[in-house]
């Protein structure tokens, strides 16, 4: 009997964990989806004149990424070892061999979007604004992102 307990016990643990670490990588996705909500959704898409250029848009999508990409490190704090189910992206194991070096690819994107921070008042502004910080977004994901699919 309480061999069969234990055993069941074991057995929750395993799914318990298993859950807990696709719920990390669930996190961790989702902080980036929101990222690329407000610089591509939004901030891209204005410059490819695809949707109006909208001023209460463009400081909403700043201001979340500026709130949003400070988090980085902390949501990427535990490795989750696993991918979420049908990404099309992955966080490389180098994230966690390498803490240090990839907390330190957040600070440029901190940095560039608060050299833009209010100084963007049309497209020409937007676009630039946008490739300044797209560039500092793309030196992470060269290195500790991994196209899935
Ligand atoms: C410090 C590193 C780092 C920075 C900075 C960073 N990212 Fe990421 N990003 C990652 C990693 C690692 C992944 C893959 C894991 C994942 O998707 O959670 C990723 C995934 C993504 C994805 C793919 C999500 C999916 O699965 O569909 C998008 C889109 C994205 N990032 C947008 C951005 C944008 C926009 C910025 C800049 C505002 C940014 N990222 C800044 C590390 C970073």
Redesign the pocket.
Known sequence: MIRIVVVAGTLLLGAGAVMAQQAI?VQ??NL??G??KS??TVIMKMTKGEIPYNQAAVDTAIKE?EES?PT?PSV?ATNPKED?VN??????QK?WQNKAD??S??PP?IKAIADVKGKIQDVASLKVAYDS??G??TE??ET??LKLK
Not at 87 to 92: E, I
């Open positions: 990588a961790q996705d980036m989806r990222q690329a610089l591509y990424l990409v980085i990427f979420v990404s099309f992206y992955g966080a490389s994230v990839f907390d690819k957040v994107v910080i797209n500092k977004c992470c994901h500790y992102r």
